[in-house]
């Protein structure tokens, strides 16, 4: 059973910046989605089983940056330039399927409690 547990979500003001955290249990291919209120769940980024590959959606690209340390189980979501439109709750995903599309919500298996990002205007 895999474990996943978000921290570093917080309050901020606009064009400032947070880290998030999700302490992994297992090595898999994983990815940050994020809820605001009243909408669904949307991807934000993701990164590969090696790290060796990441992907983002566009509305984060050059702003936000993914990544892991395997050494401790933690994958890390750097999260820089933040807007008002980034306030959601953040979760983590972890799916050991060798073949996904990490873009995609049905691929993961495994899912974070989630922290909560809110900035302010």
């Known amino acids: 059973q895999v474990q996943l547990v978000e921290s570093g979500g917080g309050l901020v003001q606009a064009g400032g910046s947070l880290r998030l955290s999700c302490a992994a249990s297992?090595?898999?291919?994983m990815g940050w989605f994020r809820q605001a209120a009243g909408k669904e769940r949307e991807f934000v980024a993701a990164?590969?089983?090696?790290?060796?590959?990441?992907y983002y959606a566009d509305s984060v690209k050059g702003r936000f940056t993914v990544s892991r340390d395997d050494a401790k189980n933690t994958l890390y979501l750097q999260m820089n330039s933040l807007k008002p439109e980034d306030t959601a709750v953040y979760y983590c995903?972890?799916?050991?399927?060798?073949?996904?599309?990490?873009?995609?919500?049905?691929?993961?298996?495994?899912w974070g409690q989630g922290t909560q990002v809110t900035v302010s205007s």
């Open positions: 995903a972890a799916t050991f399927r060798l073949i996904a599309n990490l873009r995609f919500i049905g691929e993961y298996d495994y």
């Open positions: 297992g090595r898999s291919s």
């Open positions: 990164i590969s089983r090696s790290g060796g590959i990441t």
